[in-house]
């Protein structure tokens, strides 16, 4: 009886998904330690989809998703690069460059990034407008993965740079372990019913903070 009493204790205890559901994260100032990890069970990945949504008013570079392995630090990275105005996908440590985001600061933005091993090809959606379709690599992204908010691994868990922390609020972040459609991008970018990820579902979303990080009501603009 004792025993049970102490499994039960236990669970009760342990972290459990959160419906995070018109919340956000809200980073408020630069640091290398303020993030978000999200649990994942998936350790292979043949096609990959991130979408989030997010605001912030940073004039410099800064991360938007990031997940690593012990292999590669980038496994899958999504990077605002300020001095050029690009966004750039990292797959595998290998990066391209998209110049056509109209990311501008002070407002929302949706954005999506796929990637297929099989043609190693990855396009980016930004605010539903589609990008065009470039190789990055192929072969599967596999191994023990680490998946941030707010920080930019350059190492396994680690390796943070302050210069790099992502300011500014970020919601609705989604994963798949295969290649969204079009309309599906759609859907979700217009905040419709669309399939939640099957990796990271900000409905059932498994986290951990670590610093000065808040988890707030999202904010509406009122018209």
Known sequence: ????????MLASCAASPQDLSGKMFTFP???????????????????????????????????????????????????????????????????????????????????????????????????????SRKYITSGPISGSTITILGQEQDSHGGGFDSKQSFVGMMSDVHMWDYTLSACEIQKYVDELNFTPGNVLNWSALDFQITGRVLTEDKQMTCH
């Open 1 to 8: 009886m004792m025993c049970l009493l102490v499994l039960l």
């Open 29 to 131: 100032q630069q640091t290398n330690t303020a993030r978000v990890t999200l649990t994942t069970s998936t350790v292979s990945f043949n096609a990959a989809t991130v979408c989030h949504r997010s605001f912030t008013d940073l004039k410099r570079d800064h991360i938007l998703f990031s997940m690593a392995t012990r292999t590669n630090s980038n496994a899958f990275l999504v990077f605002w690069d300020s001095t050029n105005k690009e966004m750039e996908p990292h797959i595998k440590d290998q990066k391209t460059e998209y110049g056509g985001c109209d990311y501008k600061l002070g407002m929302w933005h949706s954005i999506c990034s796929t990637w297929d091993s099989a043609t190693g090809l990855v396009q980016l959606w930004c605010d539903g407008r589609p990008s």
